[in-house]
């Protein structure tokens, strides 16, 4: 029976199976197009393609022709082993075109650049080679093993190469990434390295990646003092040279006219960059090196061991991670003299003495520093140094000792600074630790912070903190140009910014998520007032002018903070405004709102909690088609809020003319999305009547595993110019063409 149910299927599916085989030639063929492009592209930039590609396509080309062949109309054929055979065929052709597309998965593109010549240790000559390089003028070459390398082979002559021993050549990560730069991959010990005649092409060297194992310094294995020798160098790589004390003299450093990018990486026992025990002095100048990164370098002390004074006027990206024995980047003789650490300033590491000058620098990137404190001093003077940095990117990760990022006085580092990022720095409380009596009342400070994102910071409580905020007309600039603001996976996180007693200028943010942030605290708001509340809620109407232009908002699995209500229009403020001669004037809360996105708040039991009295009446005096608060917001999602009876009030519902999605999941106690149960003005409710129509514009009303839903709206019509119904219309298309197939 197992074969003739199989058969019958291959008949009764015959149209099935044959819409199938075109879907899944159209996708091979799109592969076989991506590949084929991969392929053109690889060759004409001299790089390899991997062997089975050729291979691959031609079965691409078979399968496609066998495919061809089989007739695609079956019409109405009662030739019942007709049918057989088409479903049969085409169900084995979609067989053999799944197995392409998993082999073509399979394909490992290494985009590796050709060689000239790949030489096997076990079939290297030692006597041809030299012979055949007297007068080679270019070459590009790996030599797999160390054994390979002739010992007689001559460079001489040769002026264009790319050489590697002991490894595979590899492109450069940055811009140019296939250039031909001269470059050498020694991956060798020292005495090979002595050995071989490589030295002589040092002066015409552009890129050189080194790990030498039994290496004191380049001067040991490479430079016999020949300031010169790495006269044209630009990019320099040293990884995992296990005896390196220090890379350059004062001598040679200073003849690295050229150098570009330094990375100097998991070296145990270096202990500094440029080595003066020879007596050498001066100032260190690394003249043309815009990148820096120094890693997993447990034992490194300073950039220079004698020499203080180093430039590097042109240094415009500071890479450093796992360099345990620096408690901070900047100097600390910015501090006064009554700071508590100036008690203890023989603990102190800088990475960098206040002799370095780095006039350009506009990215660092901190990473897994264990001891690190602080990146600045607690406090700035008003020294160039300070006002002349053009910080554009900071990027602070895995730093578990760190506390204070900033400065208390943090605005001269603002001028220039774009992005912030802090992830898994377990120790920082507060981004920003202000203390107003040190920045000066109403200082003017351009900014150009567009966007703070904190990732896993498990005890950070406040973006802002700010002390000395006694003065409630005092205006904390600086922060005026921040677009978003991400925060994730903050347990203790309690509020963008405390207190609220200062003027906070944040009129450009237009993005602000919290995730997977909160814990039980009684008092937790997105903005804290500092005061004891009846409710706990998260936009007071006081503040929510804070984030006048905010496009979205999204708070999800906040589920542990007891928020009850997200927005509170009604407070002291608010009333003054509506009882006011003024009150026509009263501002619009949140106008520019489109995305509200609200996920596992699980005490939240509003989402708005108004004064209807106070909020719409100044609002219903303005002309018919004037914007009201809430106006433009388009979309709103709720998901998970399990302490929620209601979505919108009756009242609310009327303000949201432009409302076009609603998507309502997993709220196990809504009864309505829209409900008049808390509407205390009588005259407005009425003036709602059945006549009304709330959102004109809604397009989708996605309704999802909600157990306790009576109605949608309370008593009220909902409509759209598209009606919802519509959408469902999609699921029939193509009900008629498969009747056939079904029996």
Known sequence: MVPI?????????????????????????????????????????????????????????KIDEKAASISVDVGSCFNIKRRHKLGWKSFKIIEEINTLIQENNMIN???????????????????TPSKLSKNLFALEIEFFDNNALPKNMSFKKLERFKISLGCFLKDDDGPNRHSYENTLMLVIG??????????????????IHLQVNDLNN?????????????????????????NLRYLFTVYVANGLMKLERL??????????????????????????????????????????????????????????????????????????????????????????????????????????????KKIWPCEFNSSEEVNDCILREIRVEECDSVVNLFPSN??????????????????????????????????????????????????????????????????????????????????????????????????????????????????????????????????????????????????????????EVMFEIESPSSRELA??????????????????????????????????????????QQPEGSCSSFHNLTTISLCRCINIKYLFSLLMAKLLSNLKDIHIWECDVIEEVVSNRDDEDEELVASTNTRTILFPRLDMLNLHQLPNLKRIGGGKEISSTTPIHDQSKLEDEDKDEDEDDDI
């Open 5 to 61: 149910k199989k058969h019958l299927g291959y008949m009764i599916s015959c149209k099935k199976h044959l819409r199938d085989m075109g879907t899944k030639r159209k996708d091979l063929d799109d592969k076989r197009v991506n590949v084929e492009e991969h392929k053109n592209r690889n060759k004409s930039n001299n790089l390899e393609v991997p062997a089975e590609v050729d291979g691959w396509l031609e079965k691409v080309r």
């Open 579 to 620: 009882t006011t001669p003024q009150s026509n004037q009263q501002p619009l809360l949140l106008p520019y709102l489109k995305g509200l996105y609200l996920s596992e708040m699980e005490i939240m039991s509003h989402v708005w909690k108004c004064n209807w009295n106070k909020f719409l009446i100044p609002q219903k």
């Open 109 to 127: 593109w290494t985009d590796h650049r050709i060689p000239l010549g790949k030489v096997n240790s076990n079939k290297a000559s030692t006597s």
């Open 190 to 207: 020292k005495c090979e390295l002595l050995d071989s005649r490589m030295k002589q092409l040092l002066e015409k060297t552009e890129v």
């Open 218 to 242: 380049l001067i040991d294995g490479l430079l016999h003092h020949q300031r010169s020798s790495f006269y044209n160098l630009r990019v320099l790589e040293i990884c995992e040279c296990d």
């Open 410 to 563: 943090p605005m001269s580092l603002l001028h220039h600074l774009e992005e912030l990022e802090v992830n898994y720095c377990g120790s920082i409380e507060v981004l920003f630790n202000i203390d107003l009596r040190c920045v000066g009342k109403n200082e003017e400070v351009g900014s150009c912070l567009r966007s703070i994102r904190v990732l896993d910071a498990e005890n950070l409580r406040e973006v802002w903190r700010l002390k000395g905020a006694n003065d409630s007309g005092h205006v904390i600039n600086g922060f005026q140009a921040i677009e978003t603001i991400f925060i994730t996976g903050c347990k203790r996180f309690r509020n963008v910014f405390t207190p609220t007693t200062t003027n906070f200028n944040m009129r450009a943010l237009i993005e602000l998520s919290i995730r997977d942030c909160g814990e039980n605290e009684k008092t937790v708001e997105m903005v804290n007032s500092g005061q004891e509340q009846e409710i706990n809620v998260a936009f007071r109407s006081s503040l929510i002018h804070t984030f006048h232009n905010l496009h979205n908002l999204r708070i999800y699995n906040y589920k542990r903070a007891e928020v």
């Open 263 to 372: 990375r100097v990486l998991s070296c145990p026992v270096l202990e500094t960059l440029v080595d003066g025990e020879r007596g050498e002095l001066g100032v260190i100048k690394f003249q043309s090196l815009k990148f820096l990164s120094l890693g997993n370098l447990p034992e490194l002390l300073s950039l220079c061991n004698v020499v203080n004074v180093i430039e590097l006027p042109q240094l415009e990206e500071l890479i450093l991670y796992n360099l345990p024995n620096f408690t901070s980047i900047y100097p600390y003789y910015y501090e006064s003299t009554t700071s508590s650490m100036s008690n203890d300033i023989s603990t102190v590491q800088p990475f960098l003495n206040k002799e370095v000058v780095i006039p350009k620098l506009e990215k660092l990137h901190i990473r897994n520093m264990e001891n690190l």
